[in-house]
């Protein structure tokens, strides 16, 4: 173990180092065993959503975002082994804000992995991007873990086929982050068998990280932080010793434990989202605010946006939040209580979050 504090002091240092006058919104992933011979890295970007304003020209602030991001993941030490792009490259999923994003991230150096999100997905339904990253979903094995990348932003077919007059329209209904025109996530039956002929193949001790871009849980269905057959998949990843599920799609820190799964998110390098008005804290006592804003706070470029450390200690992952205009956060998975906590909080064992109980 001492060999990945050696490695995370590294990196932190050299983050430090990186953060001045930066924001650093990418997660670097560490996958830490007994033998630390075996160890290694993967970092992990996520929502650009680059726009395109029209012809050459496009939103700057969620260009320089993802900018920011590969020039940062080509410096890290130690040098992860792959990265993960999380999904929602582009806003409305046209070829030019595709073709845009791709040709920022080709800078990457080493293999990169694509997750697809809605924004990418429901122009053409993946043709595009396809012909840019790869399949949808697929598997991998890397250095004895098992991991798994899921399109898990499909929805019914009545919806994707039959309600709307244009593919655009179709894009712009889903786009909307509480739009009641959206319809819920799902893996869909397609996946869901070849997901369980996948993991046929996989010994039950191998720890498995499942990759998706909106949460594998139900958290709040009016915005889509929501999969509606996650029900499913966790019946399928419930024999494993080790689950680990990483998603974006909802720009915030969230994590959550059911079971032997463990759930993480990661932050946008675009904006962040407010936390959902299903989570309120304590009584409102401000105006009912009927214009979304797109940044917690409009003077700070890249408030709320961030990177994490992530470490996968004895098949759990902790994540090591640093965000530029923030305090830096940890959510860490307690080995005693079997749950990833937020360290702020409650690594003294009294103090919890202001959270409402139902
Ligand atoms: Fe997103
Ligand atoms: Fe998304």
């Given at each position: 173990?001492?060999?990945?504090?050696?490695s995370?002091?590294?990196?932190i240092?050299?983050?430090?180092?990186?953060?001045?006058?930066?924001?650093?919104?990418i997660?670097?992933?560490?996958?830490?065993?007994?033998?630390?011979?075996?160890?290694?890295?993967?970092?992990?970007?996520s929502?650009?959503?680059i726009?395109q304003?029209?012809?050459?020209?496009?939103?700057?602030?969620?260009?320089r975002?993802?900018?920011?991001?590969?020039a940062?993941?080509?410096?890290?030490?130690?040098?992860?082994?792959?990265?993960?792009?999380?999904?929602?490259?582009?806003q409305?999923?046209?070829?030019?804000?595709l073709?845009?994003?791709?040709?920022?991230?080709?800078?990457?150096?080493?293999?990169?992995?694509?997750?697809m999100g809605?924004?990418?997905?429901?122009?053409?339904?993946?043709?595009?991007?396809?012909?840019?990253?790869?399949?949808?979903?697929?598997?991998?094995?890397?250095?004895g873990v098992?991991f798994?990348?899921?399109n898990?932003?499909?929805?019914?077919?009545?919806?994707?086929?039959?309600?709307w007059?244009?593919?655009?329209?179709?894009?712009?209904?889903?786009?909307g982050?509480?739009?009641p025109?959206?319809s819920p996530?799902?893996?869909?039956?397609?996946?869901?068998?070849?997901l369980?002929?996948?993991?046929?193949?996989?010994?039950?001790?191998?720890?498995?990280?499942?990759?998706?871009?909106?949460?594998?849980?139900?958290?709040?269905?009016?915005?889509n932080?929501?999969?509606?057959?996650?029900d499913?998949?966790?019946?399928l990843?419930r024999?494993f010793?080790?689950?680990?599920?990483?998603?974006?799609?909802?720009?915030q820190?969230?994590?959550?434990?059911?079971?032997?799964?463990?759930f993480?998110?990661?932050?946008?390098?675009?904006?962040?989202w407010?936390?959902?008005?299903?989570?309120?804290q304590?009584?409102?006592?401000?105006?009912?605010?009927t214009?979304?804003?797109?940044?917690?706070d409009?003077?700070?470029?890249?408030?709320?946006?961030?990177?994490?450390f992530?470490?996968?200690?004895?098949?759990?992952?902790?994540?090591?939040?640093?965000?530029?205009?923030?305090?830096?956060?940890?959510?860490?998975f307690?080995?005693?209580?079997?749950?990833?906590?937020?360290?702020?909080?409650?690594?003294?064992?009294?103090?919890?979050?202001?959270?409402?109980h139902?």
């Amino acid at each position: 173990m001492n060999t990945v504090n050696n490695s995370r002091r590294n990196f932190i240092k050299n983050s430090a180092t990186l953060a001045l006058g930066t924001t650093l919104p990418i997660s670097l992933v560490e996958l830490a065993f007994a033998d630390s011979s075996e160890n290694f890295t993967f970092a992990y970007i996520s929502d650009s959503h680059i726009q395109q304003i029209k012809g050459t020209q496009f939103v700057r602030n969620w260009d320089r975002g993802l900018i920011r991001a590969v020039a940062e993941t080509n410096l890290l030490t130690p040098k992860p082994d792959f990265v993960i792009f999380g999904g929602d490259l582009a806003q409305l999923g046209s070829k030019a804000e595709l073709d845009h994003g791709a040709e920022m991230l080709s800078a990457l150096s080493g293999k990169v992995h694509h997750v697809m999100g809605e924004h990418d997905y429901y122009l053409d339904l993946g043709e595009y991007w396809e012909k840019l990253f790869g399949p949808q979903y697929y598997s991998f094995d890397h250095k004895g873990v098992h991991f798994i990348v899921l399109n898990s932003i499909r929805t019914y077919d009545d919806w994707t086929f039959k309600r709307w007059p244009t593919n655009e329209q179709r894009m712009l209904e889903m786009a909307g982050l509480d739009n009641p025109n959206g319809s819920p996530f799902m893996v869909g039956e397609e996946q869901r068998k070849w997901l369980k002929g996948d993991l046929a193949k996989v010994a039950k001790a191998t720890p498995v990280v499942v990759f998706s871009h909106s949460p594998l849980q139900k958290i709040y269905k009016g915005w889509n932080f929501w999969t509606e057959d996650a029900d499913e998949i966790q019946a399928l990843l419930r024999p494993f010793k080790q689950v680990s599920v990483i998603y974006g799609h909802v720009h915030q820190i969230q994590y959550n434990q059911i079971g032997n799964i463990s759930f993480n998110s990661v932050m946008a390098t675009a904006w962040p989202w407010p936390y959902p008005q299903a989570y309120a804290q304590a009584e409102q006592y401000l105006p009912k605010l009927t214009v979304p804003m797109n940044r917690a706070d409009p003077f700070f470029e890249r408030d709320a946006t961030g990177w994490q450390f992530i470490n996968l200690a004895n098949g759990r992952v902790d994540l090591n939040y640093t965000l530029y205009n923030n305090t830096s956060r940890a959510v860490r998975f307690n080995q005693a209580k079997k749950h990833p906590e937020d360290v702020a909080y409650r690594s003294d064992g009294e103090r919890t979050p202001p959270q409402k109980h139902y």
